[in-house]
Structures are given as structure tokens and as C-alpha cells.
């Protein structure tokens, strides 16, 4: 049982109180969310390549990845890929294991163009060029998981953060979104592409929404026609907006560089929907945190989780833990809360130095006693999180 819990109150404005408040999402497409997908294809199938192959998951951390954007030139009814996208794949993985050789560049390369071919509709997966540049981890790291000690140790010195719940914001950030890469809305409107990134600015009651969403130009026959379909989105999302606003007024901007009578320079045309495709780039950890938002209003941290081991990187696991535990919390007392967690290299996942819980609300004693029980008990369950990421049920962006 962890005795370095902290129950506290702390006073200060609640996030829905706030006169400012900004929420940002970058979507399916988005160069950073493509790095940290694809990071994390790559970590799913290695481990499981390592549990198949040798009966548990090897020493591995590749979540050194970037998106190199290509070059393209738009056309009304189609253009041309001149350079394409590159995948640089680097960090550490076991290449090796009782004398065995393991295919860690097939399973690379091979994770990357299933990742891309179930989510970008636009992208072929075989034009891409792929660089592998991933080498063996150190040999203290990787005797680590060789110890099958019953309780794992954190491979590293790092934190996470969690809140619950979502303000109201932070929910139609997540919702506009998915609404404009669900499979509906493309099917509606299929000349949009999967780059789409949500801006949310509440000031006190009123929302500007600003969204960046690729179109895909063999769809586009001319300015006038980007136009007139840019207003049909428009339409149909600003009322579903209205759908998801709680009452407040939502300002909403789509693609706002756009300008009339400036050919296809004043349009977001793009050949495969994405602003990878001509000179933006992505890389892991630039994107969303585990939540799946960027909340500078919030508690934050810059740990990248994507292509991080899912069995004892601690700042993989403390970040999707923090969040988990924060709803747990919320539903079991009713407090919106947040919490820190703290973790040594060598300590137990399960024995953190340090763990914080703040909340706005008064906590009597008994009450904390209460609280710390049940968070203990939820660390001694922290192991179950390495099969939660592999199932899927616990995302990563």
C-alpha cells in the first residue's frame, strides 16, 4: 500500500467559471496524430510479435517517429504527388532474443501501411518511402523485462496528470471532430479529407470554433465550386453545432485563409486530404494528450505516450492511469477532480512517490481515508492498463 497520497483542497476558479477558456484537437489526419498512430501500430505489433514468438512483451520504446511531408501541386479535378511522404522510423526495440533475429523493420513498415490504409481514404500506402532508422535499447532497460519480478518497475523517472470531467468546451471540441471525420459526414460530403483540427475559444458564454479541414481537389471542379460546397458544410455543421452547444452561441470559421477570386491559392486543396502531402510535418508527442485534446487551461504534460512500452514506461502508463483513476474518482465520490502522479525509475508501478489529488471541494478525514483506500486499491490493479492498450480500450490520442 502506498502511504505518498495526498488528498487537498485547492481554491481557485472552476474551469466552466473561467472567463477564457481554449481547447484545441488535432484530428485523424493531422500530421501529428498520424506520427503518434502510426508509433503506436508499430508498439501494438511488436508486442505482439514478442508475446507470440517468446511468450511475453520485449524491451521496447519507438516513439521517436516523424511525418516528413512530401510535396504536391493541387488541381481543380485532380493534381499531382511530386515528392511523397516519408515515415522515419527511430527509437529502441529487441531485434534479437535467444539467438532468434526479429523482423523489427517489417513489422515497422508493415504496422504503418495498415494504420494508413484503415484510416486515410485518400493516401496509398505503398507511395510512401519508409526510413527505419530504429536500433536496440540500452542493456540496463532491456534486462528489465527479463527479471519477471511480480511487481513491475517504472523504467523511468517521469509524471501524469488526469482531470474529470470535461468542461463543456472540451466535450464539442471532441465531438466536432469526430463528427467531421465519422463515416456519415464523409459519406455526405466525400470531397473532405481526414486533416481536420478543431480551435475552440470560449469567452465567458460565446464559442468562436475555428476548424482546418482538408479537401481532396479531384472532387473540386472549380473556386466556385469549393465555395458553394464549403457553404453546404457549413450549414449542415453549424446545425448540428447547435445540437451539441448547451445552450451557448458558437461562432464557426472553416478554412480560414480561404479568399474568393484568388484561383485555387485562396483554397485548403489538397490531392490526398492532408497537409502532409506538401511540407507539414508531424512528430510524436506534438499532438494530443492521452485525453485526446490540448487544454492549456488545464493540468498538462509534455510526456509523448504513443510507441511508448506498454509495460513499464511509466510515462506512458501514470498519463492513461491519471485520467482513469480522475473518472473513477468522480463517479465513486462525485468530486471534479485532477491528479498528479510521480514515478521513479526502479520503483514499483504500483508504489509512486508521489500521488495528488485536488479538488475544489472540502474533504473531511474520514473522507480522505476513504478516497486513499480506494486509490490504493487501484494502484495494486495498474498491471491491468499494459492489456487495456493492447485490447484497444484505452486510446492513446
Given amino acids: 500500500m502506498s502511504g505518498n497520497i495526498f488528498i487537498e483542497r485547492v481554491k481557485e476558479t472552476p474551469i466552466e467559471k473561467q472567463r477564457i477558456e481554449i481547447v484545441e484537437r488535432k484530428g485523424l489526419g493531422h500530421p501529428d496524430y498520424i506520427a503518434d498512430s502510426i508509433a503506436e501500430e508499430f508498439s501494438h505489433s511488436l508486442s505482439e510479435y514478442y508475446i507470440q514468438h517468446f511468450g511475453s512483451i520485449l524491451h521496447h520504446n519507438v516513439d521517436k517517429l516523424e511525418v516528413i511531408g512530401g510535396e504536391t501541386v493541387p488541381e481543380f479535378g485532380g493534381g499531382k504527388i511530386i515528392k511523397p511522404i516519408t515515415i522515419l522510423f527511430s527509437g529502441r526495440a529487441t531485434s534479437s532474443y535467444d539467438e532468434k533475429t526479429i523482423p523489427v523493420q517489417e513489422i515497422a513498415i508493415a504496422s504503418a501501411k495498415t494504420w494508413i490504409k484503415n484510416n486515410l481514404r485518400f493516401l496509398n500506402p505503398d507511395s510512401l518511402r519508409y526510413l527505419f532508422e530504429t536500433n536496440r535499447g540500452s542493456e540496463n532497460l532491456s534486462d528489465a523485462f527479463a527479471r519477471k519480478e511480480a511487481r513491475i518497475s517504472s523504467n523511468d523517472t517521469s509524471f501524469g496528470v488526469g482531470y474529470y470531467p470535461f468542461s463543456r468546451t472540451e466535450n464539442l471540441v471532441l465531438e466536432t471532430e469526430r463528427l467531421l471525420n465519422s463515416k456519415e459526414f464523409k459519406k455526405e460530403f466525400?470531397?473532405?479529407?481526414?486533416?481536420?483540427?478543431?480551435?475552440?475559444?470560449?469567452?465567458?458564454?460565446?464559442?468562436?470554433?475555428?476548424?482546418?479541414?482538408?479537401?481532396?481537389?479531384?472532387?473540386?471542379?472549380?473556386?466556385?465550386?469549393?465555395?458553394?460546397?464549403?457553404?453546404?458544410?457549413?450549414?449542415?455543421?453549424?446545425?448540428?453545432?447547435?445540437?451539441?452547444?448547451?445552450?451557448?452561441?458558437?461562432?464557426?470559421?472553416?478554412?480560414?485563409?480561404?479568399?474568393?477570386?484568388?484561383?485555387?491559392?485562396?483554397?485548403?486543396?489538397?490531392?490526398?486530404?492532408?497537409?502532409?502531402?506538401?511540407?507539414?510535418?508531424?512528430?510524436?508527442?506534438?499532438?494530443?494528450?492521452?485525453?485526446?485534446?490540448?487544454?492549456?487551461?488545464?493540468?498538462?504534460?509534455?510526456?509523448?505516450?504513443?510507441?511508448?512500452?506498454?509495460?513499464?514506461?511509466?510515462?506512458?502508463?501514470?498519463?492513461?492511469?491519471?485520467?482513469?483513476?480522475?473518472?473513477?474518482?468522480?463517479?465513486?465520490?462525485?468530486?471534479?477532480?485532477?491528479?498528479?502522479?510521480?514515478?521513479?525509475?526502479?520503483?514499483?508501478?504500483?508504489?509512486?512517490i508521489a500521488l495528488s489529488l485536488q479538488t475544489g471541494e472540502k474533504v473531511s478525514t474520514e473522507h480522505k481515508k476513504k478516497m486513499s483506500a480506494f486509490i490504493n486499491d487501484e494502484l495494486s490493479k495498474i498491471q491491468d492498463i499494459t492489456e487495456e492498450i493492447l485490447d484497444g480500450s484505452l486510446k492513446i490520442c
Fill in 190 to 352: 466525400p470531397y473532405t479529407g481526414e486533416d481536420v483540427k478543431v480551435m475552440a475559444v470560449r469567452k465567458k458564454d460565446n464559442i468562436d470554433l475555428t476548424v482546418a479541414m482538408a479537401f481532396v481537389d479531384k472532387n473540386i471542379d472549380s473556386a466556385s465550386d469549393y465555395f458553394k460546397k464549403k457553404g453546404e458544410i457549413l450549414q449542415f455543421t453549424n446545425k448540428k453545432l447547435q445540437e451539441l452547444s448547451d445552450g451557448k452561441k458558437i461562432k464557426l470559421n472553416i478554412n480560414g485563409m480561404d479568399r474568393r477570386n484568388r484561383g485555387k491559392s485562396g483554397a485548403y486543396l489538397t490531392v490526398t486530404g492532408l497537409s502532409a502531402e506538401s511540407g507539414d510535418d508531424g512528430a510524436v508527442g506534438r499532438g494530443n494528450r492521452v485525453n485526446g485534446l490540448i487544454t492549456p487551461n488545464r493540468v498538462m504534460t509534455l510526456e509523448a505516450a504513443a510507441g511508448k512500452n506498454p509495460v513499464n514506461h511509466v510515462g506512458k502508463i501514470y498519463s492513461l492511469f491519471a485520467f482513469k483513476l480522475s473518472k473513477k474518482v468522480f463517479e465513486q465520490f462525485g468530486m471534479e477532480n485532477r491528479i498528479k502522479i510521480v514515478g521513479r525509475i526502479g520503483n514499483g508501478l504500483d508504489n509512486p
